[in-house]
C-alpha cells in the first residue's frame, strides 16, 4: 500500500484552498464514467440492502416446504402440470383416498373417500400446503366417507429460484446485501478509526514512541490473519456485528501504516509547525490538521478494503463460520450454491453476481477516487 | 536461473503430460483400487483410533479372531472354531494354524493377550478402550485401578486363548470384529514403541500390508503374500485418498480417478443419482440423526414439552427434502435392523397420525405446560457447521413455530459444539448423532443412562430406565433381554430425553467396475472380498 | 548489507516469540479440546489422554514445556495425526505448497506484468477496459467457487486433466490448482502494473530518456517498467508469504498434501501443535518476505539504501 502513501500528494490545510481541492477532485470524479456508474450501483446496491428486504415479495425467512430448491424462472410456481400430483399427495397426508381430480383455472376440485368418517377440518391440510388456499367442502356423502372439496391455487413467483430450504432467493439475496454491506462498513469503519488514530499519533509524536507502536504493527502482521479470524468466529461465533468488530480491530494495520507515513510528511509542512508555533496543543494539531489531510488515501483505502472484509467473510463461509441463520450473507449464499453448483446451478449463479458486481463497483469506484485526488494525474 | 529454467519446462510439459496421465490411469487401474476414504485416519495403531475412516484401513490391514464377510455376517477370522461355556463368561478360541503376520511368523494366542492388554493400559490412552469392557476386569484396568495382567484373557497354548468375561454378554463375538479386537505382532510394538506405525516397521497380519502414508494425499496397501487365504484376494494394491470434500470425490469417480467413495454430499444426491445411477448406494446404516433436550432446563425437564417438540417434526419431509431420501424417518432411538432385539420395535404411537393432527395434540400439551403463541418458548438450537445440519435446524425451526417455540440458533465448530455439550449445563436442544459400534440395542440404549456421563447428553436420570438395562444385562435369555430392552426403549420414547429425527443412510459410489461391494448395515467393505473388473 | 541483514533476522526473533505466545494462549482460550468430536469419550478415557499429551497440567507449565521443546526444534506430536510428529507433517507438507504457491507467484508475475503493460500502453482503450474489467473479476470470484469449476469443467467434462489429486506431484495435477491460486493474483498485479506503469511513463525520467531517442520498447521494460515495479513488490512480499504457505481452499477442493490446511484442520479441531507449527512458519515466512521486499527496494530504487 506504499503507493498510496506516497503517490498521493499532500493536499494543503482545510480552508478555501482545500475546498477547491476536493471541489476539483470531486468534479474530475464525475468525468470517469466508470466510477460514476460504480457510485449509482453501489447506491443502488445500499437501497436495495436497506429497503429492499422490505419490498421483496418474500420474506426471507419464510420457508416454502412445496418449493425446495425450484429453479429461477420468471413463470410462476406451481407449474400446472404440478397442481394435480401435489393434490393428490396432500390428500395422501390427509389420509383421503382422491378419486377425481380437476383442475378448472385456478380452482381446484377433488373428489375423496375414506374408510373412516371424514373430519371437516381436513380442509386445513390443504390450507397448511404452500400450494392451496381457502379450501371448503362443497359435498359431503351422507355417511361422511365421501366429501367433494374445493380449493383455490396459490401462484408465487420466485424470480431467483429458492434454496434448500425453500426459501425465495431473491429476497435471501436482498438481505444478504444488506448484511454484507454491514460487515464490510462495520469493519473498516472500526479499522479507519483504530487505523487513523494510531497511524497519526504515531506518526506525529515520531521518535522513539513510533518506533514503539511500529514495532508492535510488525509483530500483527506476522500473526496469521486466518487463524485470527477462525478464533474470533468461536469465540463470538453468535454476533456477527462483534465478530466484525473484531476483524476490523485486527484489519487496521495497513490503514495504520498508510496514516502514519502521510502524518510524516504533513508534520514537516509549514501550517503545521505555524499551529505549533502558536501553541496549539498536539491533539488540537492532530484533529484539526493532519487527520483531515489525510482523508484522501484513507478514503481509497477503504474502498479496497471493505471487498477484502466481503471476501474473508466468503471464506469463513465456506469453512462454514458465516452469518448464522436466518439471517445470511453473499458469502453463504455462494458458498451454499458453491456447493450445489451441478445441481442447482442458479444457487451459484445469482448471488455470484450480485457479489461480483457490488465488488466491481468498489473496486471501480477506489480507483476513480485515486485519480481524481491525484493531481499529478491531469 | 537453473530452477526458473525447471518450472518451465514443468509448466511446458504439463499439458502434453495431462494426456498421458488418463492412460496411465487404465494401465494402473486393473490391480490397483482407489478407494475413497472419509478422512485421514488419526492413527494406524488400531488402539488410538476412533473414527470409520481408520475402522475401513483396519479392515484391511488385520484380522481379528472373528471377522466381518461381505454382507456383514460375523464368520471366523483368525478363529477356526470356538466354545463357549455353559454361563455365557468363557470363550475358548482355537487359532488357525496357518494365520500368518505379513513377515512370516505364526500368529500366536500371546499375540492377542498382548494386544487386549494394551488397550486398557490406561498410558495407552485408548479412545475405546470402553468396547472390551464386557472382558473380565478390563474396566477397572482401564480406570488404573488393576495391573493389566489382571485382564481375563489367557494364552492356553499357541492356539488357544481363552476370554473370561464379566458377565454374560450375547453381542460379545461382534464386539471382536471391531478393531479394539485386533491382535498387535507384539515383537515389533515392543521393538519400535509408537513408531511400529510407521510402514516400515508396521507388521499386519490381514489381507494387505502398508506400503506407504502420506497425509492428506493417500495411504498405499499391497497384499499380504503370507496371509493365509492371499490366494483369494483379487485386488492387489488399493490406494485410500481421504476426502475432507465430498464433492470432490464425486468429481474424481466422474472423471475415472477413483473407484469408490465412502460418504457423499447429502444435498446433491438427487443430482448424483440422476447422473450415476446405480452406483449410488444408500442403504440403512446402523445410526440414529437426533436432538438432544437439556432435561435439566426449566422448560425441557416437563415430558409434555419435549413430547410436543417431537411430535410435530414432520420427519418425511426432512428426509426426502433436506436429505435428498438419503435418510429414514425416526419415530424411535433404535435404528431398524439391529440385532437381539424384538420382531416388532417399539416406536411412537403417533407415527401413523396425520401429521395435523398430531400438530394439534402438541399445541395442547404445550398449552398444558404453560406455553403457546402468547407465551412463546424461546429455544437455544445448538449444532455443529454442516450444510445439511443448518438445513435441518432451520426446517425444524419452522414445524415449531406453531408451538409457539422461537427458535435461536448456536452455531459452532465440532470441537466447541461438542465440548459445550459436555460441559456446559445452559444448552437447550443440541443436535447430535449415534452410530452403533455393535448391532445390540443396548449400545443405543445406554446412551441416556444417568451414569453414562459422556454420551448422556441430556442429562436424563431415571431410576426406572436404568433399572431396566441393569435388568436386560444380567438376562442371559435374549428374547427375554429384548423384551427387557424394548420395554426400556419404551420408557425412553414416553420421556423423550432425545427427539429421534432420521435413522442414518451410509452414502456410497461404488463403481460398476467394483465387484463384491455388498450394501450392509455395518457399512463394512473388506477390500479382500471385493475384485475390480476390465 | 549483510549487517543489515543479520540485524533484521535477530530482531525477528523477540517478534516470533511474541507470536508464538499470543497463539499459544489464544488458541487455549478457545472453547473445545482436541478430543471433542462427534464420538464423545468417556471420562477416565478423556483423563487417560489428557495425561498421555500432558494436558492436565496447569497452561503455564504446558506454556514453559512448549518453549522449552521449541527451544530444542520440537514442535510435538500432532493431535489429529498422531502417528506424525508436527515436524514431520510441516515438513512433507511445506515443500508442496511451496512448489503450487511458487508456480502461482510466478504464473501471476508473468501475466500479471505483460497484462498490466498492455493495459498501460493503450490506456482508455478498449484493451485497457477490458484487462481491467478482466482483472477485477478475477478478484472478485471467490477461489472456492473457480477451484470446483475449474475440476468440474477440465477434470470431468473434458477430461483434459486431473479432477483433483496430488499424484506424486505430476504436471498435470499442479496446472489446474496452480491456476487457481494464481488467478486472483494475476488480477492484482495486472492492476498495480498498470497504474503505477502509467505514472512512470509519464514520469520525468522516462520522459528524459524518450527525449535522448531510445527506442520505444527500450524505454519501457528498461526504465518505466522497473519503477513501476516497487508496488508490485511490496504488495508481493506478504502475498508470496501466504501463497507459499499453502491455500487451505485449494488444497481441500483439488486434494493436495500441503500445510494450507493443516492450519485450519489443526484450528478447528483444536490440534494445538499443528496450529502453533503452522503459525510458526507463516510468521517466519512474512518475517524473511518483508526482507526480501526491502532488500529488493534498495535494488530497485537507488535511492533506499540501508547500510
Known sequence: MTDLATNVSQPPAAGAAGRSLWATALMRLRRNKAAMASLVILLVYIFAGIFGPMLAPHDYARVYPDFVKVPASLEPYPRMDAVLPAAESTARRARLEARNIELDGNTLRLEATSRREIDPRVTRYFDRSDLFSNTHIVERSADGRSVLLESQVERYRFIFGTDANGRDLFARILISIRISLMIGALATGVALVIGVAYGATAGFLGGRIDNMMMRVVDILYALPFTFFAILLVVFFGRNVVLMFIAVGAVEWLDMARIVRGQTISLRRREFVQAAEALGVSAGGILRRHIIPNTLGPVIIYMTLLIPKVILLESFLSFLGLGVQEPLTSLGVLI?????????????????????????????????????????KDR | MKKRAGIRSLLAGALAAAAL???????????????????????????????????HLMRDLYEGLVIYDAKANVIPGVAESWTVSEDGTVYTFTLREDARWSNGDPVTAEDFVFSFRRIQDPATGAKYATIQYPIKNAEKINKGEMDPSALGVRAVDDRTLEITLERPTPYFLELLTHQTGLPLHKASVEEYGSDFVKPENMVTNGAYRLVSVTPNDKIVMEKNEHFREADTVAIERIEYIPFEDRSACVRRFEAGEVHSCSDLPAEQLKSIRARLGDQVRTPPYLGTYYYALNTQNEALSDPRVRMALSMVIDREFIAEEIWSGSMLPAYSIVPPGIGNYVDNPPQYDWADEPLLDREDKAIELMREAGYGPDKPLELELSYNTSENHKNTATAIAD?????????????????????????????QVARAGWIGDYSDPQNFLFLVREDNTGFNYAKYRNPEYDALLDKAAAETDLEKRAEVLAEAERVFL??????????????SLVSDRLKGWEDNIQNVHATRFMSLSE | MLGYVVRRLLGAIPTLFLVVTASFFLMRVAPGGPFDRERALEAKVLENLNRVFHLDKPLWEQYLRYLGNLARGD????????????????????PISMQLGGLALLVALVFGCVLGCIAALRQNSWVDYGVVAVATFGITVPNFVVAPLLSLVFGVWLAMLPAGGWGGGSPANLVLPVITLALPQIAIVARLIRGSMIEALRSDHVRTARAYGLPARMIVIVHALRAACLPVVSYLGPAAAALLTGSVVVETIFGLPGIGRYFVQGALNRDYTLVMGTVIIIAVFVVVFNLIVDLLYALLDPRVRYD
Open chain 2, 21 to 55: 496421465v488418463a492412460g496411465a490411469n487404465m494401465a494402473l487401474a486393473a490391480t490397483t483400487y482407489i478407494r475413497g476414504n472419509d478422512s485421514d485416519p488419526e492413527t494406524l495403531d488400531q488402539h488410538k483410533t476412533s473414527t470409520i475412516s481408520e475402522a
Open chain 2, 399 to 427: 414445524m415449531w413455530a406453531p408451538l409457539g417455540v422461537n427458535v435461536t440458533y448456536n452455531v459452532r465448530d465440532g470441537s466447541a459444539h461438542y465440548a459445550h455439550l459436555r460441559d456446559s449445563d445452559d444448552y
Open chain 2, 494 to 507: 414416553r420421556d423423550t430425553p432425545f427427539i429421534p429425527i432420521l435413522y442414518y443412510s451410509s452414502h
Open chain 3, 75 to 94: 514442535l510435538g506430536p500432532s493431535f489429529i495425526y498422531r502417528d506424525f510428529s508436527v515436524q514431520e507433517l510441516l515438513a512433507s507438507g511445506l
Open chain 1, 335 to 375: 458458498s451454499e450454491g458453491a456447493r450445489n453448483m451441478r445441481a442447482a446451478p442458479y444457487m451459484l449463479l445469482y448471488p455470484s453476481l450480485a457479489l461480483t458486481l457490488l465488488l466491481f463497483a468498489l473496486n471501480f469506484l477506489g480507483d476513480g477516487l485515486r485519480d481524481a485526488l491525484d493531481p
